[in-house]
């Protein structure tokens, strides 16, 4: 054995030009080159790639790896074909043209290709089927297994296949690996894989140098993130969107405002996306913004920073993600940006999905959203969610660490959510734990009769939301369990029964909260945030007043809230600065009244000699221009509203965010015809009267007034309207 372990590092050395392994990578080789089913879990960054890598150079035949991207492969075999004139690694996908292909055949018959890299579509071809039944093959690596699992971040149902294909080609040892798993994915992967007495390999998931931080999603997310760049000049950094069009839109802005950034997403050529990629690995960029397309496998190891734009559907896919960052073992910031309406679109998006699915993808949103919202060290609760314990009380790199809450006794709290589990048969979820305990008779509550239990409504005298962190805390501490097999339902564990009989001390910390409303930041250069200037501020608003006034409209039709919060921040001083402000679009500039605002600005600068930052100015792009023109075409066309929506793949709602925009931002749009289609004439009067009235236009104080006889659909398009004729 001394001198197997002595080959494999001279092994290293020649093909890899390393002196040591790291971590299990040396006995996970050992294992593949003994003939056995491996499976690893380990990290990003951990050097899995290695771990089948290594062993296909020193085995007979060719080792087939199977991987979901293309960018991937092409990435690892040019690092495999560069270390040795003796090993061939090839690619076999859709991107190669036909002479391509035989001769990467030709090279795997003649015994020169030790890798061979394929997506599961290309595997389970015929053709390639049959021409791999001809091949030796040393043994099958998975990358990227958790992508078999339905629990995983990444489900690919043609990852379901793989097994009887291998069966098919010829059975050889298997080793699975993934950066990610829980316990109930890693169980998934090994059973459809027919590994289930696979030797594991689990790596810590604890990785100290990367800095968590979630910060309240607001209206100037866009100005956080440009000033969080610029405070790291130079470093390199990924900011990942959801969305296609999010992508494209900030990475125009950013590089509107001097950041050197480009755009990644599936839907963009792929040669255009491979020039991103070289790009970015070579530093001609600093910035990526994309979606989760762009990064796996990438080996860029000194990526600084990684913003999530978006929650994450899944804390899997944030681990991944995240854990792009400080590969080097260098400083790694993880930042991202929550708001609950984010949670409430994903939500929206399972609708139309099979059940089991929907069921699913609910119970791995309600993980991220308790990641979000807690106050409990990050790292603790992310290696809680692996199946791992963190035993630091304070990891002092996190957010919640750094600037830790006062913590609270909840003893007495607990109890009572343990004797509600056990006197509930251990056979719901937290949410109806919550709702029982609240004395809420919901459906589900009612369906079982609960409201009749003596338990019923026992914690109604406490708020709501402190229920969450001592169920999440309860969670951590080993006191309740989720059968996350069985829909998360919470059962009582050893520790939890011995805690109903002899309570003692259970403290928490109340989970952050994050606010709807909006809020402007503006960090100074010490991360801390600095208000807007509050006498500016009450000049701009008393301004208001007097041509509010003038002009006989509600102030809130001559500028936002938001508008003026952020003249107040950004001092701008001509019309053309105007335009960058939040809800100020050609329309408003165009206005008699905007010449008042700049000049008063203006003045209060000099008299107040007050030096404006370029810097912290951010300069806008013409955002979405031309889904907006498409948008006022249709409308000048009296297209129906529901339509336009189809027509260009949005959802209602984000149509009416869209025209909103429109009619805030200076311009006339004219929806009587579909008003006229949709509601009753008496409510749009109802509405636009109120609206006439009131001196907000806060859509929340118009439901909690209109709400029983109107819905938050037809408020909208009334205020639409208003807006529309009051303001342009």
């Known amino acids: 054995m001394a001198k197997k372990k002595e080959n494999l590092t001279g092994a290293l050395k020649k093909y890899f030009g390393f002196d040591k392994f790291k971590g299990d990578q040396e006995a996970i080789i050992q294992n593949v080159l003994d003939g056995n089913d491996t499976f690893v879990l380990m990290p990003t960054g951990g050097g899995k790639s290695l771990c089948y890598q290594l062993p296909s150079l020193l085995m007979d035949g060719t080792a087939i790896v199977i991987s979901p991207l293309i960018a991937l492969m092409k990435n690892q075999v040019d690092v495999i074909s560069s270390m040795s004139d003796e090993a061939t690694a090839h690619y076999l996908n859709s991107s190669l043209n036909k002479s391509a292909i035989d001769q990467v055949k030709a090279d795997i018959l003649a015994g020169k290709t030790k890798l061979l890299y394929v997506a599961p579509e290309s595997l389970t071809k015929e053709e390639n089927v049959e021409f791999l039944k001809q091949a030796k ?121 001097d950041i050197k950034a480009a755009a990644y997403h599936a839907g963009l050529e792929s040669s255009l996306r491979s020039q991103t990629q070289d790009d970015f690995l070579m530093e001609r960029i600093d910035v990526i913004v994309a979606t989760i397309a762009f990064g796996m496998g990438i080996d860029k190891p000194d990526v600084r920073f990684v913003i999530h734009y978006d929650i994450p559907k899944s804390l899997e896919g944030y681990y991944q993600e995240t854990g792009r960052a400080g590969r080097d073992g260098g400083e790694g910031m993880c930042i991202t940006f929550y708001a609950h309406k984010d949670l409430q679109k994903l939500d929206k998006f399972m609708e139309g999905k099979p059940v089991a699915e929907q069921d699913i993808g609910r119970q791995l949103l309600a993980e991220t959203a308790a990641y979000a919202e807690t106050s409990v060290c990050r790292r603790k609760m992310l290696m809680h969610y692996f199946g791992e314990e963190y035993t630091q009380d304070n990891c002092h790199n996190c957010d919640n660490c750094l600037h830790p809450k006062t913590k609270i006794e909840a003893q007495e709290q607990l109890v009572l959510v343990l004797k509600t589990v056990q006197a509930l048969k251990e056979n719901f979820r937290a949410e109806h734990i919550i709702d029982f305990l609240s004395g809420h008779e919901t459906e589900e509550i009612i369906a079982h009769k609960h409201q009749n239990h003596d338990l019923f409504g026992a914690g109604e005298d406490m708020e709501e939301k402190h229920w969450n962190p001592v169920i999440r805390q309860a969670l951590i501490a080993g006191y309740l369990k989720k059968d996350v097999e069985n829909y998360g339902l919470l059962k ?28 402007l930041i503006s960090s100074d250069s010490d991360g801390g945030t600095s208000a807007l200037d509050p006498t500016l501020n009450a000049m701009l608003r008393e301004l208001r007043k007097k041509v509010s006034r003038r002009l006989e409209r509600p102030p809130y039709v001559i500028f936002q809230d938001v508008s003026i919060e952020q003249m107040a921040t950004d001092y701008p001083i001509t019309l053309e600065e105007l335009k960058n402000i939040q809800g100020v679009g050609e329309g408003k500039v165009k206005q008699p009244y905007a010449k008042e605002f700049v000049d008063l600005i203006k003045n209060y600068c000099d008299e107040n000699e007050i030096v404006r930052h370029s810097d912290l100015r951010v300069r806008t792009v013409a955002k979405k221009s031309l889904l907006k023109v498409k948008i006022i075409q249709a409308i000048d066309r009296q297209i129906a509203l529901d339509d336009i929506a189809t027509a260009q793949g949005l959802e209602f709602e984000e149509l009416l965010d869209e025209v909103e925009a429109i009619v805030y931002s200076g311009t006339k749009l004219n929806i009587d015809y579909f008003l006229e289609e949709v509601m009753d004439e008496d409510h749009v009067d109802d509405i636009y009267d109120y609206f006439s009235e009131s001196e907000s236009d806060s859509l929340e104080d118009a439901i909690n ?3 029983q006889e109107c819905s938050e659909d037809e408020i909208r398009l009334v205020r639409i309207k208003f807006i529309s004729d009051m303001a342009n």
């Not at 760049?229 to 900011?239: A, D, L, N, V, Y």
């Not at 564990?493 to 709807?516: H, R």
Request: proline share 5%.
């Open 137 to 257: 093959i040393s043994f099958y690596a998975i990358d990227e297994a958790h992508c078999i699992s339905e629990w995983g971040h990444d489900f690919r149902p043609e990852y379901r296949r793989i097994r009887p294909i291998i069966n098919e080609i010829g059975v050889a040892p298997i080793i699975a690996l993934t950066a990610t798993a829980t316990d109930k994915v890693r169980t998934d992967i090994k059973k459809n894989l027919g590994i289930l007495d696979a030797k594991e390999f689990k790596s810590s998931f604890n990785r100290p140098n990367l800095y968590y931080e979630v910060r309240p999603k607001t209206m100037d997310v866009d100005k956080d993130i440009i000033k969080f760049i610029k405070q790291h000049p130079g470093k390199s950094g990924i900011i990942y969107c959801l969305s296609r069009k999010k992508v494209e839109e900030l990475a125009e802005i950013l590089k509107a405002n």
């Open 492 to 519: 009582l564990t050893s520790a939890g029964k011995k805690f109903i009989k002899k309570p003692e001390s259970f403290m928490i910390v109340e989970d952050n909260e994050f606010s709807e409303d909006y809020e």
């Open 705 to 707: 007034e209109l709400g």
